[in-house]
């Protein structure tokens, strides 16, 4: 991308209190790995992760690296030696910084894996809750169609037994008439 789309970049999103900031973050001295890394995190970060909304500026050309200056810092005036100490604390910022984005990458990987898999989980549940909620419906009207055959037979049952002691008391009748008559 080139510097000029950049810039404009950063003047559309930029208030003028950040545009100050911005400038102060592009004065910090860096070293050139850091550049280098930077850069490669910048493609990265254009190619995969759109949603982390920070910017990498580069740093300025300075007469001497940086390595040297942090090296052999107590031969510079106390300012410098400030300056090295804020680098130094900054790089350590960020290396930490980097480390808890590692960390929550992964953690959001797993995550992502186990909504996923419980998701997966949920389908396969709801299909058995579907099934087995078929099977009680079927087996419920089973079960009514037998209760009610049931209670058929028991009515012919109780139907045939009344019959039965009906006859048995004519015949009865019939024996103690007779008996009556011969006495």
């Known amino acids: 991308m080139s510097h000029h ?4 970049h950063q003047s559309r ?13 592009r004065n910090n001295d860096r070293s050139k790995d850091y550049d280098r890394r930077a850069d490669s995190n910048e493609r990265h970060h254009h190619s ?16 001497m690296p940086i390595d040297e200056i942090v090296n052999n810092v107590e031969k510079h005036p106390p300012v410098v030696q400030a300056l090295v100490r804020e680098l ?12 808890k984005i590692s960390i929550y990458e992964h953690d959001y990987a797993y995550l992502r894996a186990q909504h996923e898999a419980t998701i997966n989980n949920m389908t396969l549940l709801k299909h058995d809750y579907d099934r087995c909620r078929l099977d ?14 049931n209670h058929q037979l ?6 045939l037994l009344n019959n039965e002691r009906q006859h048995s ?3 009865e ?7 009556q008559r011969r006495n």
């Open 5 to 8: 789309h950049h810039k404009r």
């Open 13 to 25: 999103s930029r208030s003028p209190a950040n545009k100050r900031e911005s400038q102060q973050n």
């Open 48 to 63: 995969i992760q759109s949603n982390r909304q920070y910017h990498y500026f580069h740093a300025p050309v300075l007469a």
């Open 88 to 99: 130094l604390l900054e790089r350590k910022t960020r290396q930490l910084t980097e480390e």
């Open 136 to 149: 009680l419906k079927n087996c419920s009207i089973e079960l009514n169609e037998l209760r009610h055959n």
């Open 154 to 159: 028991r009515v012919r049952i109780d139907h």
């Open 169 to 171: 008391y004519t015949n």
């Open 173 to 179: 009748e019939i024996f103690y008439a007779k008996r």
